[in-house]
């Protein structure tokens, strides 16, 4: 009866934190009714006798139930069922001390003035903490109990005509709060399930969106998605952002000697082992279409830019694949470019297109190597007239604005 609903632990976790919070909040509210009553009735014999003790046990409640709030995270993950019990005891004592309080009311015959207003926050109380705490099933029975059954004993002991008006209104107050409680309680967890539920499911689409079917890695989509953040990263940080498009060489000769299987294979080994390497030095790796992939990553220097493209270039040494007794090394091609975002007025889209162009040189020198945009289009229109395998890595502007050093 008191058992929560059967799913995940993040679930029952999510709700007991909402539980605690709204516990906290109901947890000011007895301190100020007591003091509230007991000071515009300070002549009474029962106030005067009770005043300070009263007040102690609700300061000290709520004291505890401060320092349960602030620990209540922690305590739920290290014990779970301590950290609910905890919560109950600190939130059944101050309603079971309310209800005590009425009944001594109504069994001394204190006078109105402290009685009615006594039975009036009982009542009150003890149905807005019912259904404000219907997360957990046990208040729906143990805060009307704590509350009103103690009047009904009082009610009952003292046996006045004028009193056995309560007794049937006190009840039905109970079933009331009962059965509204079981509903709230279900409707709460019918809807965190739903909405978890879905949540996971949104999850789940978004990973599907964001990766590549065939190699199980971040796709273009991803990519763009990427190159914005990253481009904002290195602008506040006042650093390089490098792109590097990576292409497979011959990749069309040999999807049509050995098979589409075969490349799909050569696919996902390259994927693999440039994947390994972008997450060996914190870059961002993803599948951009057909034989291409892209990698990013905010750089501090041109030099360090160069250092990655020579570290991708060696991953080629792990694309190696035997079909028929015949072992075929996997080469690719590699274009970078690079932009400081806070001393350009280009944008990420002009950083992909100057990669494009890299790229261009890369296949059009022979393969197998990387090349670096230049700082004109002069630059690559010589390059195309005149290839040279041996030609240096073009400029890239890094963060002082002077050129990176030839590549290696």
Known sequence: MFNLP?????IIISA?????RRAFISAFIYLPCWLIIALNNQDNVF??????????FFLTILIFHIILHYRFSRLLENNFHRARLLLAILIIIPCLMLGSICSWCIYLHIIYTITVPFIIITAVLCTATSLLLTIDPIYKIMVPLAM????????????????LVFLPLASLNILYIIRSSQLKCRDYWQALITFSYFKQKSITLENMAFTDFLTQKPNRLHADKQLSILWDQAKAQQQCLAWMMIDIDNFKN????????FGDICLMLVADALDSYS???NGFFARYGGEEFVFIKVCRS????????????????????CHDDVTINITYSIGVSSLCPHMTSQNFNDLIAQADLALYIAKHEGKNQYRCYGETQDYIEQQ???????????????KQGNSCSPAS
Do not use: W
């Open 6 to 10: 059967e799913c995940n632990n993040e």
């Open 16 to 20: 007991m934190q909402e539980l605690e």
């Open 279 to 281: 997450q060996k030095v």
């Open 148 to 163: 009103i059954l103690p009047a009904l004993t009082a009610v009952l002991v003292e046996n006045s005509s004028e009193n």
């Open 254 to 261: 040999i999807n049509d000697t050995y098979g589409h299987p």
């Open 302 to 321: 041109g030099a360090e830019i160069h250092q990655l493209a020579q570290g991708l270039m060696q991953q080629s040494s792990k694309t190696r694949i």
């Open 384 to 398: 195309l007239k005149t290839p040279n395998p041996n030609a240096t890595c073009c400029s890239i502007e890094n």
């Open 47 to 56: 106030i005067q006798e009770t005043f300070y003790s009263i007040s102690f």
